[in-house]
T-cell receptor, first 110, second 118 residues
C-alpha cells in the first residue's frame, strides 16, 4: 500500500524562525509536488520537483527532493504570518495518479 | 480564463438521494481528477481521466461514477448518497503528467463542493 507521510502534522512557530516540513513516500517516484491550502479554500500549486536533487525556491519557501531516500522537504525561512496555511505534498505515480500526504497545518505566531 | 470551475458550491442531500457534481476546465488540459477531502486524511483520489474518452478508478471509487463528457468536462455522480460521503469534493486538471519534463506539470484545482449527506 502506497503511503505518503508528512511530519509534523501540526506546526506552530514564531515569526522569524526557520523550520522544515518532511514528506516521506513509500513507492518509486521522481515527481513530487507541494501545495498550499488556506482555510476553506482550494489548493494552490507551490512547487513541482521533477528529478532527484531538484531544488526550487520561492520567497521564504524552499523545496527539495531526494528520490533515493524517497524524501522531500519544504523549508521555511524567517516565517511570517502570511505563511499560515496547510501544506500538502503529493507524489505522482505511473498511471496518472497523484497521492497526497495528510497535510501539515502551519500557524505562524507574531 | 476561469481555470477550473465546479458546481454546486454547497449541497445537502438525504441518504439515498442522487446527485451529479459538475466540473469544467478551460485550459485545454488532457487529464482531470476528482478528489475528496476529509479532516486529517488529506486528499484521496476517487476517479481520474488521463485523457478524453478514458476514466479509471483511484483510491476510493466505491459509491461513485464519473463521465468524461468531452475534453473540458468531467462529472462525478453519487447514485445513492450515504452519510460516509459527506466531504469536500475537489476537481482538478493537469496538462500532461505523463510528459517527463513538462514545465507546467502540476494540477490546478477547482474551488470545491461542500457536500453533506444527512
Amino acid at each position: 500500500e502506497l503511503k505518503v507521510e508528512q511530519n509534523p502534522l501540526f506546526l506552530s512557530m514564531q515569526e522569524g524562525k526557520n523550520y522544515t516540513i518532511y514528506c516521506n513516500y513509500s513507492t518509486t517516484s521522481d515527481r513530487l509536488y507541494w501545495y498550499r491550502q488556506d482555510p476553506g479554500k482550494s489548493l494552490e500549486s507551490l512547487f513541482v520537483l521533477l528529478s532527484n536533487g531538484a531544488v526550487k525556491q520561492e520567497g521564504r519557501l524552499m523545496a527539495s527532493l531526494d528520490t533515493k531516500a524517497r524524501l522531500s522537504t519544504l523549508h521555511i525561512t524567517a516565517a511570517v504570518h502570511d505563511l499560515s496555511a496547510t501544506y500538502f505534498c503529493a507524489v505522482f505515480i505511473t498511471g496518472n495518479q497523484f497521492y497526497f500526504g495528510t497535510g501539515t497545518s502551519l500557524t505562524v505566531i507574531p | 480564463n476561469a481555470g477550473v470551475t465546479q458546481t454546486p458550491k454547497f449541497q445537502v442531500l438525504k441518504t439515498g438521494q442522487s446527485m451529479t457534481l459538475q466540473c469544467a476546465q478551460d485550459m485545454n488540459h488532457n487529464s482531470m481528477y476528482w478528489y475528496r477531502q476529509d479532516p486529517g486524511m488529506g486528499l484521496r483520489l476517487i476517479y481520474y481521466s488521463a485523457s478524453e474518452g478514458t476514466t479509471d478508478k483511484g483510491e476510493v471509487p466505491n459509491g461513485y461514477n464519473v463521465s468524461r463528457l468531452n475534453k473540458r468536462e468531467f462529472s462525478l455522480r453519487l447514485e445513492s448518497a450515504a452519510p460516509s460521503q459527506t466531504s469536500v469534493y475537489f476537481c482538478a486538471s493537469s496538462e500532461a503528467p505523463g510528459l517527463r519534463y513538462a514545465s507546467t506539470d502540476t494540477q490546478y484545482f477547482g474551488p470545491g463542493t461542500r457536500l453533506t449527506v444527512l
